[in-house]
């Protein structure tokens, strides 16, 4: 039943006009009625076993969609997880790693959307950019995406909003994916619009959106506040709490939450792939300013 209700939900999507289209869709998305149990838990990956199996699942995902190259590891490490300025979130069922995302704040390795957008305008007035980046879901657990990617929605809305310090945040997603971030979590189209050959996924085709970080919660009160319990994300995202969410314990402010000691740093980078021998002589220069 409801595999039949969401391919009619794709097949009015392409027939309804943009705006129609995007209203539809925030009318069909329902609050989750089960809020995830104790079985789930929505984290930062924090150990190498966490980033391993969370690869491990990125891997997997990108190779079986077309959006990279299968890895003799088994992992898809690229060089912006090296960094500090990283962060890794996993979703967990019942101590399994079953999903995961990362978010990469600017760096001296700059976006992946910088290879084929022009970001300078989302820069301007020394506003502050991240990329939303590597979700991906455990195949086994796809069937049960619906009680999870919600939640992992609020889990990166609260980091990125009370953690990261951020003014804009940006997204590479396929062009099926466009109208969730548009009409559900208000994003906008990068001017540029589709791009045909996304190297940081292989080629594949990529609608690149940005958001305001700033005018998040207002922009959410409009579109859902005045709407009844089932459809009212507002007070989904920012008033409900969810159990399951395990945000930073921090002693001081901080803008992210690096986890990667030396030993990790080899063992990733090194032992189970070759990124750092791929990197520019300025990236290497650039990477050892970040540990000193």
Known sequence: MKSNKRRLLRRIMTILPYPLRHRYLRSAIEVPGDHPNQDFELKIAETQEELEKAYGILHDSFVEFGFSQPHPSGLRIVKYFALPT????????????????????????????????????????????????????????????????????????????????????????????????????????????????????????????????????????????????????????VIDKLNCIKLPERTFKKAFDAVMPPKMLDYFFNKRSDVFNKLSSREILALRSCYP
């Open 86 to 237: 990283t962060t890794t979130l996993i979703a967990k069922y019942k101590g399994e790693v079953v999903a995961t995302l990362s978010i990469i704040r600017k760096g001296p390795f700059g976006l992946p959307l910088e290879q084929v957008f022009d970001l300078a305008p989302l820069e301007s007035n020394g506003r502050i950019v991240a990329e939303v980046s590597s979700l991906a879901i455990a195949q086994h657990f796809r069937k049960r995406r619906g009680a999870l990617l919600l939640p992992l929605c609020k889990f990166f809305y609260l980091y990125i909003k009370n953690y990261m310090k951020l003014d804009r945040v940006v997204i590479a997603v396929n062009p099926d994916w466009a109208d969730f971030y548009e009409g559900f979590l208000d994003f906008s189209k990068i001017p540029g619009g589709v791009v045909g050959e996304y190297e940081f996924a292989n080629g594949a085709a990529a609608v690149g959106l940005w958001s305001d970080v700033t005018t998040w919660e207002d922009r959410f009160i409009k579109l859902y506040s005045h709407n009844d319990l089932k459809h009212n994300f507002y007070k989904y995202f």
